[in-house]
């Protein structure tokens, strides 16, 4: 696709801007969510002395989900519509927030991975609907371009969960440690993980009340491009016509290492600039939420420059400079170092929603379920950063195992570099089968 079409392809389809911005707004809100339970690893470990083997399964939970519950969603919008799947997966977001209520009366951390987990199954009905969905919105030709827009709410919603975690329930936490809480009798004890539960519970049951009042509107609005032509569905049709798909394939796989390169670059940021600057974690903080920013803002930028140049070869662009960012963390110092750890989430911005877009291109009817293939691929953020804590763990060195979000890395630049000649060749086959009918 050349320039001068991409310039003159609308980027919204007339009539349709407000279903567009309501759309949008789940990018925001699932944004959000992430951001919150990121900081409940860190919460649980303090409020029921846990170690860290225990803690990690609230991302098993909450990764879980996403794998486990896309697919039934890509079958429910193939049968019915999309605007059932967004109402059904924001029922399940809201359903599961309010379910920490009564996690936190009964205190039993299973009762709070269950409520994450039903909330996170409800993200993952909500991405497998929204993604596609923004994609339909408009041409083709500017399809990935549209979902770039859209997904720059995103980080805005993961600032916005930061800020709401540590106002709300970090700085709610009783500082009063293991060892101490160790010593306390019983009822003590009971009385003050009552207290910091009540502040996790606190802003889970808030976004739930907002997310009934946006699930209200959404029924009453008219949505555009609803329907498949046909709701007969052939899983196994499907499946077997993507694996033979190149370009799709492909995607999957860059997505399955860029979530997992994001959740492990994010995670250890904190720890990265502490042990690098000398700093508290606190300060440290202070330097994930500036590579937050840069994320959102590359987004917009990214988005712009979409224009002019091809998504693939921004998405190269981004995976080489990532790249070269990722050596400097591994064998840069002090401040050159951190910086180059904050300017890789700039690049990173453009990651996710780029491989997505490509991806989608020339599925056809199998477009839904193709869709829930690259949401499960999310399952990569709990692989891949499991596997850099051992990798941590086992060299003793946080530097090395930044080579393991460097191997991911160069992963997607081989995905960018074979992307334009895999869509060349189903564009080709594609023709050839329209040809023979």
Known sequence: MNNEILEKEPLIRPGIVFPFIVITSLFFLWGLANNMTDTLLAAFKRIMSMSDFQT???????????????????IVIKKYSYKTGVLLGLGMFIIGALSFYPASITMVYGHFLTALFVLAGGLSILETVANPYIIAMGPKSTGTRRLNLAQSFNPIGSISGVLLSKIFILSKLNLIGEQERAGMDAEQLKTIQSEELTAVMGPYVGVAFFLMMLWILIIF????????????????????????????????????????????????????????LQVNEDEASSYYLLA??????????????????????????????????????????????????IMISGFMSLMFPTIYGLGLQELGEDTKIGGSGLIMAILGGAVMTSVQGQVSDLTGSIYIAYYVPLFCFVMIIIYALMEEKWIKKARYEERLTETSI
């Open 56 to 74: 990690s399964w609230i991302q098993l939970a909450f990764y879980g989900a996403y794998f486990l519950l896309a697919l039934p969603a890509a």
């Open 221 to 276: 609005i008219k949505m555009p491009m609803g329907r498949d032509k046909s709701h007969h569905l052939d899983l196994k049709g499907s499946v077997g016509r993507l694996i033979r798909k190149p370009h799709y394939v492909g995607a999957v796989v860059a997505q399955f290492f860029y979530v997992g390169a994001q959740i492990g670059v994010w995670s250890f940021t904190i720890r990265y600039v502490m042990q690098e």
């Open 292 to 341: 937050l920013l840069l994320f959102a803002g590359s987004r917009f930028v990214f988005t712009a420059l979409m224009k002019y140049f091809s998504p693939r070869l921004l998405l190269l662009f981004s995976a080489f400079a990532a790249t070269i960012c990722t050596l400097f963390v591994i064998y840069g110092q002090g401040m050159v170092a951190v910086g180059a750890l």
